[in-house]
Structures are given as structure tokens and as C-alpha cells.
């Protein structure tokens, strides 16, 4: 309980006493992901329906909001009920004949979905296809101007604040669900499908509602995502890669935990950030001062990669350290040293 | 007495093979019917069948008087079809109580009124013990009795038990024969496949007899005992 209120207590304090923008950066992605790891763990924690394809709820958050501000002039305030039904009525569409899948083959055919909607979307042309959306930039005046748009350029802390407040309604949702009879529910269903229906549980019916709220929150992050970025592109949004990370986090953290995927976010964003900061710094090098750097500057050069692949690799040492030393996440780790 | 569960002529087939060929059976409320047969007999297909998890080829299933045929499991049980499976399916990661919660919920709806309902029934099979553990920690007689205490949390009219017996150790079935006599007593009807022929002798009114998926016999314990064809099968050619 303490620990709770210490961690509260740190988080709205953190962006007044780290006010280098960098530093808030990190904090704001972390609670980002651990909005997304949690909410993607009220399906496939709770529920047990693995689902490698959440980026396609992401993107769907993130592509309406950038749509309608870009091509119409709507504030995301106005657009954002669009967003939630969509990303609804894609949670319908994918979910009634997927949830008839068990097991494996769940999982795959989330990937497939993911994968599909990436390219469609990168060869959208009324979304920018390959090239996204870019938000034009807004000027604001005053504060209730740069509220009504989204768009804050001057300080990230309205930013950090949304997103503090949109973990917290996740978390205290998924907390609350583990004594309703809903969570009873979601994990008989994840242990055992034909006793929960023997009892009386309509198995597809609770799927769907753990989707349908593990979409609420991932469509809202997305739309978050939009305005924090102000641009939005396939790669970053829809690609499998993000639909892998969103899993990642739970599963690396403590999947069917409500610490867990809070744990995950804030273990590997902000490592995976300075990772990818600190390598793609030396991506600026010319062949010339790579040359002069030695052995050890080539090393770090092949090791970015491109820039922004160090983080993919740390992904990969992590699940195989995970997965040899602690196969049920971060979270058992630091319940054995408590 | 009113007639709880009517089959008529139910058929079904998995490839080759015919599990149930024209299968009518009834059971009267308030009733204890045994099922027994060989191995292969389609006894559980019946189960199945009846509990909605699989769908028949042809026949009729009614329920109460109404036509239930190919509706789904958990309708079947909030319609007051309760079942255990002989394969047993404990929720492994769930304490015995979660596990008997989940069929009280659907009932009560509140998780206090269910987790005091959920107790009872755990008292009634003698799990009380055992209330925090884990479904996976339990052996196979515990497992069992987690079973029926689920099914019988849900408040079912008819309860379908699939072997309850089966891998008990002896002592222990005086009890579970105790129990099923109480659940009768108390109003439940009950259809039971049990191998287990003491069992059917002290409980069912009345035995259906299957073998190869078709009825063979039907009638008081002691006449379906005695039947030619299932002496036959039960001990040999030549003591028929």
C-alpha cells in the first residue's frame, strides 16, 4: 500500500523536479506502454487470449485523430468518440471469428491481422500511406487554445499529466476487474474454456468484453500517441513490431498480474530509450571520425544499425534471460528478493 | 412423474465412426438414472450431446418441455443443466473456492453472496480443507469432488455426473454416494455414468444400458444386471 502511495506520490512530483524534457520523455513513453501493457493484459492476462495484433487498435487511435485534425480541422476532442467506435468496430470484426480459435491458433491469426492491416495502411493513400500523416502546427495563444487542439510546444508537462491520468484510470481498471465477477469470468475462461462454459459462462461474450475495454484504453494511448508526436506513420503505429512490444511488456513484466506490465514499461522503455538515444547519436558520425574512433566506433556504428535497432536487440537478451531465469516475468524476480 | 429429460432418436457420428445411433432415453424429475456400458458405449457422446458441446446428427433433445437441441453449453446451464467432465477440467491457477465461486457467480451475481455459496458446496463434498488450494494442487479424488461441488454450485436441475468415482480410493465412495443421495433428496435429478456397479445399485431407480451407441437395456437395476446381453458383455458368452 505504502509502496503504492510512494510511487503516486513520485510520478506527479517526477516532471517538477526532472525538468529536462528528455528526461520527462522517458517517464511519459514508460507510462505510455504501461497504459497499453496493462490494458493488452486484461485480454490476454486475465483472459488468456494472447493477441500479437493490438498495434491495429493503436493505429486506429492514432490514424483518426491525425486524420480528421489534418484533412478536417477537428480537434481530437470533437473526434475522439469516431476513434472509440472504429477501433469498436474493428475489435468486432476481428474478434467474433478469431475468438473461435484456441490457443495457437488465436495468436496467429492476430499476427496475420496485424500484418495485413500494416500494409493496407501503408499503401492507404487517403491516410498518407507509406508516408503518414504529419499535423500541421498549431499556434496557440493561450492555454485553452493549445488544450482545445492538443498541442503543446512550449512544456511537455500537459502531456505527461494526460498520460499519468490515462495509466492510472487503466490500472485502477484493471485492479477493480480482479473482484467483479467479470474477472472470475475472464479467468476461468483463460484456464479451462469448456468447464467455464459448462458453468454457465458465455465464453465468447467475455472475450469480447475484455477486448472491448483492452481496446478502450489501447485506442485512447494511440490517440495520445498522435498528439504527443504530431506525426503519424505505418511503422510506428500499425507494424507488427509495435504489436510485439505492446505483448512484450506484459509478458516480460508478469503477464495475468496487475504489476506486472506496469514493471515491464517501466524496466525496458526507459532502457530501450537510452539505448536507442545514446547509439543513434553516433549514427551522425562522418566515415572520417569513424575511422578515427578505432575498432570500438565501428563496433558501436554496426551495432546501431540504422539507428533505431539496439533496442530490438535488447528486446531479444531480454527474453532469453527471461525466459532461462524467470519464465513468469520481472515481477516473480522481485517477489523472491522482497 | 413429470418428465424432466427426453431424448428421441438421437444420432451421431465422428468419421467412421457412430457414437449414438437413435438414442431415446427420459428421465422423470427427481429421478437418479445410471448410465453404464463398455468402454467405446458413447456414454460421455450422450453427455456431451445433451450438455450442448456437441451438436447431434439427427433426434431431439427436450428439456422441461422445451426443444434444446444445438444450444450452447452455458445456456444449457443457466436453463438449469448442470455436468462434470470425466476428463477432469479444474481451473488450475484458481483456488478450489475461485473455482466453485465462477458456478455460484452465475447464480447469485454478487461475488460475497457467491463466495458464501461457493463455501457451502465445498463443505458438502468435503474440500473444506482444501479451500485455498490451487486447482492443479489437488489429487485425483479431491479434483473430482472440485467438480461436482462447481456443478453443484450453479443450482442445476438435472446433474449430468461423468464417472465420479472413477480413481476414488474405496473409502471415499461411501460418501460420494452419500452425497448424491442428499442431492436427490434435496430435489436435484440425476443422469450418472458410473462404472462402479455398487453405485448404481444403491442410487439409480432405473439404468440405461449402452453399447455401441445404441440402448441395449433399460429398466431397474436388478433387471438390466440380469439382462442376457449385458451379462454377455459384462462376463463372457457363456454365462448368458
Known sequence: ?338 | MEKLLVTTGIDKHFGGIQACKGVDITVAEGEIVGLIGPNGAGKTTLFNLITGFEKPDAGRIEFAGFDITGMRPDQLNRLGIGRTFQMLKPFPRMTVEENVMVGALIRHGKVGLARERARHCIDLVGLEHKREALGRELSTGQRKRLEMARAMATEPRLLLLDEITGGVDQPSIGGLIQLVGRLRDEGTTLLVIEHNMRVIMELAEKVVFLHLGAKMAEGKPNTVANHPDVMKLYLGSHHA
Open chain 1, 1 to 338: 500500500m505504502w509502496v503504492v502511495v510512494a510511487g503516486l506520490a513520485t510520478l506527479i512530483v517526477y516532471p517538477l523536479v526532472f525538468d529536462m524534457p528528455f528526461h520527462q520523455h522517458i517517464v511519459i513513453v514508460s507510462l505510455l506502454y504501461g497504459t497499453l501493457g496493462t490494458a493488452w493484459n486484461i485480454l490476454g492476462g486475465y483472459t488468456g487470449q494472447v493477441s500479437i495484433g493490438h498495434g491495429v487498435y493503436y493505429g486506429v487511435g492514432a490514424y483518426t485523430a491525425a486524420y480528421f485534425f489534418t484533412v478536417h480541422d477537428l480537434s481530437p476532442w470533437l473526434t475522439w468518440p469516431i476513434a472509440m467506435a472504429l477501433a469498436a468496430l474493428t475489435a468486432f470484426a476481428i474478434g467474433m471469428p478469431t475468438f473461435r480459435l484456441r490457443g495457437h491458433y488465436f495468436v496467429l491469426a492476430s499476427v496475420f491481422i496485424a500484418e495485413s492491416a500494416y500494409i493496407i495502411v501503408s499503401n492507404w493513400e487517403a491516410v498518407g500511406a507509406g508516408i503518414g500523416l504529419e499535423y500541421p502546427i498549431h499556434k496557440s495563444e493561450n492555454f485553452s487554445q493549445a488544450l482545445w487542439v492538443a498541442q503543446f510546444h512550449q512544456s511537455k508537462l500537459p502531456y505527461y499529466y494526460a498520460i499519468l491520468a490515462l495509466f492510472l484510470a487503466s490500472l485502477f481498471v484493471s485492479w477493480r476487474i480482479q473482484f467483479m465477477p467479470l474477472g472470475y469470468y475472464l479467468k476461468a475462461v483463460r484456464e479451462e474454456q469448456d468447464a467455464a462454459q459448462s458453468l454457465g459462462v458465455d465464453v465468447r461474450r467475455y472475450k469480447m468484453v475484455a477486448l472491448l475495454i483492452s481496446v478502450f484504453f489501447t485506442c485512447l494511448c494511440g490517440i495520445f500517441y498522435a498528439q504527443y508526436v504530431l506525426y503519424v506513420e505505418p511503422f510506428s503505429t500499425v507494424s507488427l513490431i509495435i504489436s510485439v512490444e505492446i505483448a512484450f511488456i506484459a509478458v516480460l513484466g508478469g503477464i495475468g498480474t496487475l504489476w506486472g506490465p506496469v514493471l515491464g514499461a517501466f524496466v525496458i522503455i526507459p532502457t530501450t530509450e537510452f539505448l536507442r538515444v545514446y547509439f543513434s547519436g553516433h549514427m551522425a558520425l562522418d566515415q572520417s571520425a569513424l575511422a578515427d574512433g578505432g575498432v570500438w566506433a565501428y563496433i558501436e556504428y554496426y551495432l546501431a544499425g540504422g539507428g533505431g535497432n539496439v533496442d530490438l536487440m535488447f528486446y531479444g537478451l531480454l527474453i532469453m534471460l527471461i525466459a532461462r531465469f524467470q519464465p513468469n516475468g520481472v515481477l516473480g524476480f522481485f517477489r523472491k528478493i522482497v
